[in-house]
């Protein structure tokens, strides 16, 4: 069975870290390009950070940088969202993505709330 699982997502006060973690089954996770993507209340989704097959490249969306790093461990077929800095406008559930060629992947969400 083809699936994504999100984890991590928690309630965190502005300034504070989380990371997000999410792991891939049922797939050819190292030939995938993983992203994750968020969606606030009464917004669109979006896309938040985008990492290649290999791990060489990575993209952000311009409210992240410098505070948003993504990565991937092919071996663990997981791919992780580390946020710092966190500020209210963050608070949304994340889900994460995996595309390769026309097939696409998309995990159920985890929530992450950055309240004081």
């Known amino acids: 069975q083809v699936q994504l699982v999100e984890s991590g997502g928690a309630l965190v006060r502005p300034g504070g870290s989380l990371r997000l973690s999410c792991a891939g089954s049922?797939?050819?996770?190292?030939?995938?390009?993983m992203s994750w993507h968020r969606q606030a209340p009464g917004k669109e989704r979006e896309l938040v950070a985008s990492?290649?097959?290999?791990?060489?490249?990575?993209n952000y969306a311009d409210s992240v940088k410098g505070r948003f790093a993504i990565a991937r461990d092919n071996a663990k077929n997981t791919v992780y969202l580390q946020m710092n800095s966190l500020k209210p406008e963050d608070t949304a559930v994340y889900y994460c993505?995996?595309?390769?060629?026309?097939?696409?992947?998309w995990g159920q969400g985890t929530q992450v709330t950055v309240s004081s």
């Open positions: 990492i290649t097959s290999t791990g060489r490249s990575t």
């Open positions: 049922g797939f050819t996770f190292s030939v995938y390009v």
């Open positions: 993505n995996a595309v390769f060629l026309n097939t696409a992947v």
